[in-house]
Nanobody, 123 residues
Framework: VQLQASGGGLVQAGGSLRLSCAASRRTSSDNGLGWFRQRPGKEREFVAAISWRGGSTDYADSVKGRFTISRDNAKNTMYLQMNSLTPEDTAVYYC?????????????????WGQGTQVTVSS
């Protein structure tokens, strides 16, 4: 499975962006999906996850109430709506396919990764 993340860019603080992640095909099993990010000089960190049917979601505390993860299984696509962005959200954002159907946070629980899309928030 190949993942293509898009939608990153430069935005002012307080602005919004919507990231998309398109999969080349559906996986053979029902998989959860997740977004991660890597800020400059930091390790990759969990941002949000969604279960196979979309009924369960989980967010990092730092993005709760500002980011919303969603998926469209018919289109093999996942989204991350990011609102009220701050300079601390500046990072390369990665999408990933989980080994499991539910929500999970550890990067080691994800088996396929996209190439990343840069999000830069100016103050």
């Amino acid at each position: 499975v190949q993942l293509q993340a898009s939608g990153g860019g430069l935005v002012q603080a307080g602005g919004s962006l919507r990231l998309s992640c398109a999969a080349s095909r559906r996986t053979s099993s029902d998989n959860g999906l997740g977004w991660f990010r890597q800020r400059p000089g930091k390790e990759r960190e969990f941002v949000a996850a969604i279960s196979w049917r979309g009924g369960s979601t989980d967010y990092a505390d730092s993005v709760k109430g500002r980011f919303t993860i969603s998926r469209d299984n018919a289109k093999n696509t996942m989204y991350l709506q990011m609102n009220s962005l701050t300079p601390e959200d500046t990072a390369v954002y990665y999408c990933a396919v989980s080994r499991y159907s539910g929500v999970t946070k550890p990067p080691s629980n994800y088996q396929y990764w996209g190439q990343g899309t840069q999000v830069t928030v100016s103050s």
